[in-house]
């Protein structure tokens, strides 16, 4: 058997276990539907649903809509997740799979900073991904910095302790196909608002300080740091916080998309509260610029770039 014919059966053999797992997660949710009807109809639940219909008060003071740059926030962090998670599966699977890599870039102390350490070489992809979360940690920061500053943050983070009983209401009523009563434009569900503050405020920093653990030239001057914190345990974590990002993307999008498109879609790209089809266009419109940059940011453009902060050579 050749080499490429048994890197084939490798993948095949890998990606065999998802076979039964997409299957699986049908079968489930199915159940899980049906379990929680059948629950929410019970007269406990009632009562209970009746009391927290799942979404928390917001202060009288609470902001209503989005303003513009929350939108463009939005844009932008969505654009470098997407970029991160791309560039950062490439760079696992590149290690995992022992293949040497071909581009690689130097760092040019001369050009950058003067230091006694020796220059840094990593992959190109490495790079890319590093360079993206760059971007990605500096539009959370302004992103973090307005909300508190124009009392957005009001609606991501809890406030009211009955928040918990209405993000569980929330939760059945989701399962149970019964879609919670709330306006996203003037106060997100019980539920929305938790994993939001998640999101923003532990999945976010937790993805920011494994992945400084793990960066190129760090992992090596913080080796006395391997027994309290290994590397092998920030990978894990550095990964599942991963997942926990394209599964919050693929829920959220799919929500909006379910739960009345157009009017979700203008809250955010459209900037009202409306069922016209603006929100709609630019949010297409949107996806069309990151297809483009994902098209364009590759070698040798990407070289190109990776040129302006140090040196880019190949085997």
């Known amino acids: 058997m050749t080499t490429h014919e048994q890197s084939a059966s490798a993948a095949q053999n890998r990606w065999r276990p998802l076979a039964w797992l997409v299957p699986v997660i049908v079968v489930g949710a199915v159940v899980v539907v049906f379990v ?89 992809t490495s790079w890319w991904h590093l360079t993206v979360d760059a971007l990605w940690v500096l539009t959370g920061l ?72 793990l960066a190129p030239g760090l992992s090596v001057r913080w080796r006395r740091f391997d027994k309290a914190i290994p590397l092998s345990v920030t990978r894990t974590v550095h990964f599942v916080v991963m997942i926990w990002f394209v599964a919050f993307t693929v829920v959220h999008v799919g929500l909006v998309l379910i739960t009345g498109p157009l009017r979700n879609l203008n809250h955010m790209y459209g900037l009202s509260d409306d069922d016209d089809w603006v929100g709609l266009i630019v949010f297409l419109a949107s996806l069309v610029v990151i297809a483009i940059a994902w098209a364009l940011l590759r070698p040798p453009r990407l070289d190109a770039i990776a040129e302006l902060t140090g040196s880019v050579k190949r085997r």
């Open 36 to 124: 929680a009807r059948w629950f929410v109809a019970l007269p406990a639940v009632v009562a209970f649903l009746h009391t927290y219909p799942g979404t928390s008060e917001l202060p009288s003071w609470a902001p209503v809509g989005f303003p513009l740059w929350l939108s463009i926030l939005h844009f932008l962090s969505g654009a470098f997740l997407l970029f991160i998670v791309l560039s950062g599966w490439s760079v696992r699977r590149t290690r995992r799979s022992g293949t040497r890599p071909r581009e690689f870039w130097i760092r040019d102390n001369d050009r950058l900073v003067r230091t006694k350490n020796p220059p840094i070489r990593i992959t190109l």
């Open 142 to 213: 302004v992103f973090v910095v307005l909300l508190f500053c124009t009392g957005q943050w009001v609606r991501v983070v809890p406030t009211r302790w009955d928040v918990i009983p209405n993000a569980i209401s929330a939760g059945l009523q989701y399962a149970s196909f019964n879609w919670p009563h709330a306006n996203g434009w003037v106060n997100f569900n019980a539920l929305q608002l938790l994993t939001y503050f998640a999101t923003i405020f532990l999945a976010a920093p937790l993805a920011v300080l494994t992945g400084i653990r």
